[in-house]
């Protein structure tokens, strides 16, 4: 004979099950609302959801801008009237939505909001967007004017008596969270009951109005269009039927309300939007049934904005408005043809094994690093690359002053280190292999002002002490030098043309700036030569 588990093994096992299926229930629930106040995207937009869609695009072919400009020139009438009073003209109509919250329930669904009578601060919705902060209730203390009740002298306020009422002899019941509840059910009971009250719902003006606009689109759209079905959700644990919930809703979802108004949208919807759950669909002789699963594979990783993470804590699974994310470029190589709607592609696998959905990982998700900072590249700063600027602003004139502070070395030599050390950090030099060409270019771009601030000695010794750590060679020296020489008499030769600077020509003339005592012979006659071309420059001009 089979035995029976004990009670204490049976309920042990039920408590599992409603604490597998609670978690996943409360994070819908909760997205369910903030997708009300700030949805990321609207539902009849996407494909299997285009019934939704009642707007057409059938005037866009037809349009013209001139119709818009008849439009406004049908009539123009001359109107002889004395200004309106200056109070009046400032005065502008329009309509002002106001907001309050307050809190229904705590986060141990313990009921905040019982019998009484309420009085709410109302803001404006423009100028009080939605808190992310908790709402708390305040005491007032011997009638003293506290900070918080300052909103109350300075808007307008809401008063009104709250009562729970849900049966006919107005006995107050108090509304209880349920784990899962759905949309009509109880609402279709009590209309059929005489003289039942609706409670009344002041507070949520925000949730109201977009709930009332969808209400009255549902009412738009014939009845004939809409499948009257019944759904039946069978939840399963450890492959065992622990509850079945008959869904009177018709086919909104029981998670999120939406209206799917189509089985196949239903499915597809809680296949996708709910991936926290394994849905299957079983056919049912009255409508339909779907068999609900944990989906022990899901993919709980974050996949919000990366850049998000490493701000204050709490901002990554905030949501306020529209944000800038990181650009990403995506080649579409073929668009297949779009597969016809089929309700076999929720029927369970006949291996066994349940389809797992592949994560798709979009390219604004990657987060990217400064290589030099190890810092996060924020999404404003991904047009330009960091790699490109070797040599900020902040690193050069830190870069100097560091030079600056040095005690023991000579005024000349901090002034060739600074153009070097600038010279080495603009072109990213750095490997040994390199600094033959890094003198030559740092000759051809500083030499004239080396010439001029008269540093030709400190940049030989420069050049030495490189040689000396075996970075250059004695030929990489030389071609300095001699590249150098051809700058310095370039120079010369433009400053004797100019008859300005004739008498500094001569006293330069007699000195090479520091390269008379590396070759004597040869820089007289360069500078015998020099002084020839001053002379006969100065025949000529005279």
Same mark, same amino acid.
């Given at each position: 004979?089979?035995?029976?588990?004990?009670?204490?093994?049976?309920?042990?096992?039920?408590?599992?099950?409603? #604490?597998?299926?609670?978690?996943?229930?409360?994070?819908?629930?909760?997205?369910?609302?903030?997708?009300?106040?700030?949805? %990321?995207?609207?539902?009849?937009?996407?494909?299997?959801?285009?019934?939704?869609?009642?707007?057409?695009?059938?005037?866009?072919?037809?349009?013209?801008?001139?119709?818009?400009?008849?439009?406004?020139?049908?009539?123009?009438?001359?109107?002889?009237?004395?200004?309106?009073?200056?109070?009046?003209?400032?005065?502008?109509?329009?309509?002002?939505?106001?907001?309050?919250?307050?809190?229904?329930?705590?986060?141990?669904?313990?009921?905040?909001?019982?019998?009484?009578?309420?009085?709410?601060?109302?803001?404006?919705?423009?100028?009080?967007?939605?808190?992310?902060?908790?709402?708390?209730?305040?005491?007032?203390?011997?009638?003293?004017?506290?900070?918080?009740?300052?909103?109350?002298?300075?808007?307008?306020?809401?008063?009104?008596?709250?009562?729970?009422?849900?049966?006919?002899?107005?006995?107050?019941?108090?509304?209880?969270?349920?784990?899962?509840?759905?949309?009509?059910?109880?609402?279709?009971? #009590?209309?059929?009951?005489?003289?039942?009250?609706? =409670?009344?719902?002041?507070?949520?003006?925000?949730?109201?109005?977009?709930?009332?606009?969808?209400?009255?689109?549902?009412?738009?759209?014939?009845?004939?269009?809409?499948?009257?079905?019944?759904?039946?959700?069978?939840?399963?644990?450890?492959?065992?039927?622990?509850?079945?919930?008959?869904?009177?809703?018709?086919?909104?979802?029981?998670?999120?309300?939406?209206?799917?108004?189509?089985?196949?949208?239903?499915?597809?919807?809680?296949?996708?939007?709910?991936?926290?759950?394994?849905?299957?669909?079983?056919?049912?002789?009255?409508?339909?049934? %779907?068999?609900?699963?944990?989906?022990?594979?899901?993919?709980?990783?974050?996949?919000?904005?990366?850049?998000?993470?490493?701000? #204050?804590?709490?901002?990554?699974?905030?949501?306020?408005?529209? &944000?800038?994310?990181?650009?990403?470029?995506?080649?579409?190589?073929?668009?297949?043809?779009?597969?016809?709607?089929?309700?076999?592609?929720?029927?369970?696998?006949?291996?066994?094994?349940?389809?797992?959905?592949?994560?798709?990982?979009?390219?604004?998700?990657?987060?990217?690093?400064?290589?030099?900072?190890?810092? =996060?590249?924020?999404?404003?700063?991904?047009?330009?690359?960091?790699?490109?600027?070797?040599?900020?602003?902040?690193?050069?004139?830190?870069? %100097?002053?560091?030079?600056?502070?040095?005690?023991? &070395?000579?005024?000349?030599?901090?002034?060739?280190?600074?153009?070097?050390?600038?010279?080495?950090?603009?072109?990213?030099?750095?490997?040994?292999?390199?600094?033959?060409?890094?003198?030559?270019?740092?000759?051809?771009?500083?030499?004239?002002?080396?010439?001029?601030?008269?540093?030709?000695?400190?940049?030989?010794?420069?050049?030495?002490?490189?040689?000396?750590? /075996?970075?250059?060679?004695?030929?990489?020296?030389?071609?300095?030098?001699?590249?150098?020489?051809?700058? #310095?008499?370039?120079?010369?030769?433009?400053?004797?043309?100019?008859?300005?600077?004739?008498?500094?020509?001569?006293?330069?003339?007699?000195?090479?700036?520091?390269?008379?005592?590396? /070759?004597?012979?040869?820089?007289?006659?360069?500078?015998?030569?020099?002084?020839?071309?001053?002379?006969?420059?100065?025949?000529?001009?005279?």
């Amino acid at each position: 004979p089979v035995k029976k588990p004990k009670m204490e093994h049976v309920q042990a096992d039920h408590e599992l099950f409603l #604490q597998a299926f609670e978690k996943p229930t409360q994070i819908y629930r909760f997205l369910r609302t903030r997708n009300l106040i700030a949805p %990321i995207f609207l539902h009849r937009t996407l494909t299997y959801m285009s019934h939704r869609n009642s707007r057409t695009n059938i005037k866009r072919k037809t349009f013209k801008v001139d119709d818009m400009l008849s439009k406004k020139c049908l009539l123009n009438l001359d109107v002889n009237e004395e200004p309106p009073a200056r109070r009046k003209r400032n005065r502008e109509d329009g309509e002002k939505t106001f907001v309050a919250q307050m809190t229904v329930f705590d986060k141990n669904r313990r009921l905040q909001l019982l019998d009484g009578e309420y009085e709410v601060a109302m803001q404006e919705m423009e100028e009080c967007p939605i808190s992310k902060k908790r709402a708390t209730w305040e005491t007032i203390l011997d009638g003293k004017r506290l900070p918080p009740f300052e909103t109350f002298s300075q808007g307008p306020t809401l008063q009104f008596t709250l009562r729970w009422t849900g049966e006919t002899n107005d006995k107050s019941t108090a509304p209880i969270a349920k784990p899962l509840a759905t949309r009509n059910s109880e609402s279709l009971h #009590q209309e059929n009951k005489p003289g039942s009250v609706k =409670p009344t719902q002041p507070i949520a003006v925000k949730e109201s109005l977009t709930t009332d606009l969808q209400t009255r689109k549902e009412k738009d759209t014939p009845n004939e269009n809409r499948q009257k079905l019944r759904i039946f959700y069978q939840f399963l644990y450890n492959n065992n039927t622990r509850q079945q919930t008959e869904a009177r809703d018709d086919l909104h979802c029981p998670w999120c309300t939406l209206n799917c108004r189509k089985l196949y949208s239903l499915l597809k919807h809680l296949k996708l939007c709910h991936s926290r759950f394994i849905f299957n669909y079983v056919y049912h002789p009255k409508g339909a049934r %779907i068999d609900v699963s944990i989906n022990e594979c899901y993919d709980g990783s974050y996949a919000g904005n990366p850049q998000d993470i490493h701000r #204050q804590p709490g901002f990554a699974f905030s949501r306020n408005g529209p &944000v800038k994310r990181t650009p990403i470029t995506h080649i579409l190589v073929c668009r297949p043809k779009r597969t016809k709607a089929s309700m076999s592609e929720f029927l369970e696998s006949e291996d066994g094994e349940v389809e797992q959905q592949r994560t798709y990982s979009s390219g604004h998700n990657r987060l990217y690093f400064h290589s030099d900072t190890c810092l =996060p590249l924020r999404p404003q700063e991904m047009e330009v690359d960091s790699e490109d600027e070797k040599d900020p602003e902040w690193l050069r004139e830190k870069t %100097i002053t560091q030079i600056e502070e040095f005690s023991d &070395v000579n005024e000349g030599e901090k002034e060739v280190m600074k153009l070097w050390n600038l010279h080495v950090m603009k072109h990213g030099f750095i490997a040994d292999n390199q600094m033959n060409h890094a003198c030559m270019l740092f000759v051809e771009n500083y030499g004239q002002k080396i010439i001029k601030k008269n540093l030709c000695r400190n940049f030989m010794l420069h050049l030495v002490s490189m040689h000396d750590f /075996n970075l250059i060679s004695i030929m990489s020296i030389d071609k300095a030098v001699t590249k150098l020489r051809e700058m #310095q008499q370039k120079l010369e030769k433009g400053e004797s043309a100019s008859p300005a600077n004739e008498e500094i020509t001569e006293e330069q003339n007699g000195t090479a700036n520091g390269f008379s005592e590396i /070759n004597s012979k040869e820089k007289a006659l360069e500078t015998d030569s020099v002084s020839g071309v001053s002379k006969q420059s100065k025949k000529q001009k005279l």
